[in-house]
């Protein structure tokens, strides 16, 4: 009997726990590579997005529906908060202000007889072509492995995982014939060659015609970034001809709070009245859609900012759609220029100059110059 009772007291055997199929072993396959695409009008490869990034994004769904900003004369917004989750909005920013190559453009403007420059008070870049042209798929792309991929700028903790970068072979053709321009006018039409939007931005682009569901095909993206609240962007409106009538601006935010403003053109002879200004706060991952009449009678900025949130950076991704190739020279121009690609150094916590582009007769020639820490 005390055998049985003994024996009835001893601990159960736990079971073994079935083994993790994801779980890595020396006998795992390597983990998949770190994908970058090259396009021969980028400076550089960009990363494509990670899957813990890009299979939320893009498979978005509305948890909450936007809200419907009407209530004032010609203003038509859809107010999102958020659009994308916080978690994802912040790793995106990270991966976004990594992985992207920047400018600080400047440009002069004529005021009367004297030119005056101007300093871009944010880092700009930007992607797309306007409707007239379009961008098809060329031979299959080609895909090249690096099994040591380069440190990114200032990490000392860079992965030891392979890369992959896939040239892409997308090509520029009018879109009229879906042929490369013949004509010298078709040629020469644009100043600074028009760059394919990269897959880790076209994924987002993606989402937003998803979420607003009204037809509109965006054909560019413009990307700001707000190193410190005392980067900003005074009142104007994006009215310029080459988006025809009553376009459609979407704005998504990532990063650092800030405050998008909005205020009424002043109207002479009429009883609309400017009022106190419109005020939006934009926490990380919260989206902006302006339509309709918006663009032709309000204004909008993103003034400075003091305090904690101040002191954080913040990036801006606008989609837009431009009709004739006047957006796409403007948007290269004041987002592009020819002065230096800037990376962001995580070590010093800063954009640092990379490169130099040049413009030669149409073609791009990049030259390296030293890391120049920019001034902030």
């Not at 055998?3 to 006998?27: G, L, M, V």
């Not at 394919?196 to 993606?206: E, F, G, S």
């Not at 592009?336 to 413009?359: F, H, I, N, P, T």
Request: proline residues 11%; glycine residues 6%; hydrophobic residues 30%.
């Amino acid at each position: 009997m005390s055998k049985r009772i003994n024996s009835f007291f001893q601990p159960i055997p736990s079971k073994k726990p079935k083994p993790d199929p994801e779980a890595t072993s020396p006998s795992s396959p390597s983990p998949t590579p770190v994908v970058s695409t090259h396009h021969s009008n980028y400076p550089m490869p960009i990363r494509n997005l990670p899957s813990h990034i890009f299979k939320p994004i893009a498979n978005l769904e509305r948890v909450r529906p936007p809200q419907a900003i009407n209530n004032q004369p010609h203003l038509d917004l859809l107010y999102f908060q958020p659009f994308i989750p916080s978690p994802i909005a912040r790793d995106l920013f990270k991966f976004l202000r990594n992985e992207l190559p920047f400018y600080r453009v400047q440009y002069t403007i004529r005021r009367g007889p004297a030119e005056t420059l101007i300093n871009t008070p944010r880092y700009t870049t930007v992607f797309g072509v306007d409707e007239t042209s379009i961008f098809i798929p060329g031979s299959q792309d080609i895909a090249t492995t690096n099994p040591k991929p380069p440190k990114p700028i200032g990490d000392g903790n860079a992965s030891s995982e392979s890369t992959q970068t896939q040239t892409s072979t997308l090509t520029l053709v009018e879109s009229r014939t879906r042929a490369p321009p013949t004509t010298l006018k078709d040629k020469a039409k644009y100043n600074h060659p028009p760059r394919p939007i990269p897959p880790c931005l076209d994924v987002l682009r993606q989402a937003v015609e998803a979420a607003t569901a009204d037809g509109t095909h965006y054909n560019f993206c413009l990307v700001n970034y707000y190193a410190t609240g005392d980067d900003s962007i005074s009142y104007h409106s994006d009215d310029e001809r080459f988006l025809g009538p009553n376009p459609t601006i979407a704005s998504i935010s990532l990063g650092g709070q800030r405050d998008f403003m909005l205020k009424h053109k002043p109207v002479a002879g009429s009883d609309v009245d400017a009022g106190k200004p419109l005020k939006f706060p934009l926490n990380s991952g919260d989206m902006i859609v302006m339509r309709g009449e918006t663009q032709a009678n309000w204004l909008h900025s993103i003034p400075k900012r003091k305090g904690a949130q101040g002191n954080q950076g913040r990036i801006n991704i606008t989609f837009r759609k431009a009709v004739v190739p006047g957006g796409t020279n403007n948007y290269y121009r004041y987002n592009v220029g020819d002065g230096a690609v800037y990376r962001w150094d995580d070590l010093s916590k800063r954009m640092v100059a990379v490169k130099k582009e040049k413009e030669t007769e149409g073609e791009k020639e990049s030259q390296t110059v030293n890391e120049v820490k920019v001034k902030e």
